[in-house]
């Protein structure tokens, strides 16, 4: 007896082996054919935001999925009331058939009021349109006995009280100050050459006629020596400063020539929401040409777009002309003379 239960232990653990491998088999079978069937039933979620709520609800309708739009609606500066600007999932989630997808529909653009900004200060106004939503659009600077402090805002488009999409550009007509105050003339010797143009035309003066030469006690090159009027005359906003700068080294006769600019002022950017609209307001044009002789402002002024500028100019060795349209600190084109 106690060899025939030895001779059954092997019986048993192969049956229980083999039953535990089939248990194991079934059990795999089962899960993957579980998943294979949950898989089988989900479908990607379309994208349906640009979509007209109709387009969606037929859209969604068309995938076996059901549509949920929420009551709260949202700005939007790209799609007009009524469209779809954000679902919940959002596209290609994988899904059961008949989820419920949700939408946000837009409520178009949101509106905004112009603020009077006319006796502001160009800071001030700034700060008033970033509250509202808006942006400082092109900037204009010109003379004015009726705004006679610098800086303060003349005029501005669109007009106070109009209706406008948050967003938008206000453009700006700033004071530069009266045209016959006088100033006080600053020192600008030994100043970078740079700085001393930049101290000009912050004071409302322009850059006359640079020339340069040798000076023993300064190496450096582009250091004011001279300038006229003298340091403390007492001069008018807008007239133009001479200035005589150092030179790196000796000078060298260059040979000039005559060179025509041409420039036609450009038209202003027409919405293209309200097409027919043009902006024939003046824009404020500067031109700045640099060549051997040194740095000179040729034009200065506000012309209405579309008329044509020609300038005959005497250029020495390579020269370029800067060209501003409103706004003074990047030039919208740079040409060589």
Excluded: C
């Amino acid at each position: 007896m106690p060899d025939e239960k030895r001779s059954l232990i092997p019986d048993i653990l192969k049956i229980s082996f083999i039953f535990l491998v089939s248990v194991i088999v079934l059990a795999l079978v089962a899960f993957f054919m579980a998943r294979f069937l949950i898989k089988g039933n989900q479908i990607e979620v379309p994208n349906v935001i640009g979509k007209s709520f109709i387009e969606a609800f037929d859209i969604l309708s068309e995938s076996g999925l059901r549509t949920q739009k929420m009551d709260e609606r949202k700005y939007s500066a790209e799609l007009p009331e009524n469209y779809v600007v954000e679902q919940r999932p959002v596209p290609g989630t994988k899904v059961k058939k008949g989820r419920e997808i949700t939408i946000f529909l837009s409520r178009g653009t949101e509106e905004g009021t112009i603020p009077r900004l006319i006796g502001q200060p160009f800071s001030e106004a700034e700060n008033i349109l970033k509250s509202v939503g808006l942006k400082v659009g092109s900037v204009a600077r010109i003379h004015s006995d009726d705004y006679p402090q610098r800086g303060m805002i003349i005029a501005h488009t669109p007009t106070p009280g109009v209706t406008i999409q948050r967003g938008s550009e206000v453009n700006l007509l700033v004071s530069m100050g009266p045209l016959s105050a006088e100033l006080t003339m600053p020192d600008l010797g030994g100043k970078n050459l740079d700085n001393a143009v930049k101290e000009l035309e912050s004071m409302g003066l322009k850059t006359g006629r640079i020339t340069r030469k040798v000076s023993p006690a300064i190496n450096q090159a582009d250091v004011v020596l001279e300038q006229s009027p003298l340091p403390n005359d007492q001069v008018a906003a807008g007239i133009a400063v001479d200035l005589v700068v150092s030179s790196a080294g000796e000078s060298q006769s260059v040979s000039s020539r005559i060179v025509f600019l041409r420039y036609e002022v450009p038209a202003r950017t027409v919405d293209p929401d309200q097409p027919g609209q043009e902006d024939t307001s003046p824009r404020y044009l500067k031109i700045i040409v640099e060549d051997q002789n040194g740095v000179r402002t040729i034009e200065d002024g506000m012309f209405p777009p579309g008329e044509t500028k020609v300038y005959p100019l005497r250029i020495s060795g390579r020269g370029i002309a800067k060209i501003y349209v409103d706004d003074t600190k990047w030039p919208v084109e740079t040409r060589k003379l």
